[in-house]
């Protein structure tokens, strides 16, 4: 594999293309993490680099167009890559915590211990069959219409 086609499948595994975000979207997400990772960069290492992140650059490798790809760009991928991931774990494991708190909830309406201590209503849900239906005359509106 070479140099070219790493960087190209570690960028698109990175910022996969999905309903939301097209190809120009993706490359623009890449860009902007990797100018962010350039700027936590020490001036003098800056300094040794032939070239900055350009958005040209990195459409040049995500399409796999560039003619060689140096040991920083490959290193600030990575670097790049393995942040998405952090970022994606902790989004994942705060999915699954509101999720575990959705089926928690649902567990316990389905036993009736919250149902019947809250009424018909939980959380703005109406259940039918729960607890007596309150009628409310004054917000009747079936009658009264045109006049």
């Known amino acids: 594999m070479t140099d070219t086609a790493f960087a190209s499948e570690l960028m ?3 910022f996969p293309i999905r309903a939301g975000r097209n190809v120009k979207a993706a490359i623009g997400d ?4 990797l100018k962010q990772r350039e700027r936590q960069l ?5 300094r040794e680099r032939p070239r900055q992140w350009t958005e040209r650059r990195v459409r040049a490798l995500w399409n796999r167009e560039a003619r060689r790809v ?3 760009e490959i ?11 952090r970022i994606e774990r902790l989004r994942l494991r705060a999915r699954e915590e509101r999720l575990a708190a959705i089926l928690a909830a649902a567990d316990q309406g389905e036993l009736g211990s919250a149902a019947g201590a809250q009424g018909r209503s939980i959380r703005g ?5 729960v607890g007596p239906a309150e009628f409310d005359a004054e917000a009747d509106q079936s009658e009264g219409w045109g006049q």
Do not use: I, K, M, N
């Not at 020490?42 to 800056?46: D, I, S």
């Not at 290193?75 to 991931?85: K, N, P, S, Y």
């Open 12 to 14: 698109q595994e990175t």
């Open 30 to 33: 890449a860009f902007s993490a």
């Open 42 to 46: 020490p001036r003098a290492v800056l």
């Open 70 to 72: 140096d040991h920083y």
């Open 75 to 85: 290193q600030d991928l990575t670097a790049v890559a393995v942040e998405e991931a």
């Open 125 to 129: 849900v109406d259940l039918p069959g």
